[in-house]
């Protein structure tokens, strides 16, 4: 199942995209980050996947309980998690109504930059979980 990060904004070079990037590469999954002006629309979702809206209103999930999503989604033949980023303002109505889930990083107001460095980075955790990798330790 591809991982198909979609941000609005553009990361350039900088220490968050690096971050970003150390994430990616380390995932045996296969990955793809799609950059998106804020007024552009998305790409049209392929058959058979889901999308995820990053948004403070969502749930939270643990690492664990991510994994399991991924694992459930992979398992149940989905061909791509689209994990959607929205622009300062986050996600309209619609958008979040269009979301098969809307995930929340907590509370807080994070940095758009630094929301794709977290997500990469949860994203490693969670499929490192799957595989039985030491990266992730409980307790």
Do not use: C
Not at 27 to 36: G, I, S
């Amino acid at each position: 199942m591809l991982l198909h990060i979609i941000a609005r904004g553009k990361i350039g070079r900088s220490p968050e995209a690096e971050l970003t990037q150390r994430y990616l590469k380390r995932m045996a999954w296969p990955t793809k980050v799609t950059e998106l002006t804020e007024r552009a629309p998305l790409p049209d979702a392929p058959l058979n996947s889901v999308s995820i809206a990053l948004d403070e209103r969502g749930t939270a999930l643990s690492s664990s309980e991510l994994a399991a999503k991924l694992e459930s989604w992979r398992d149940g033949g989905k061909r791509e998690a689209r994990f959607l980023i929205g622009a300062a303002d986050g996600h309209d109505d619609a958008g979040r109504a269009r979301a098969d889930l809307l995930l929340s990083f907590g509370p807080a107001t994070w940095p758009h930059l630094l929301v794709r460095a977290m997500l990469a980075e949860q994203l490693f955790r969670a499929t490192s979980i799957l595989a039985n990798h030491p990266y992730h330790r409980e307790g």
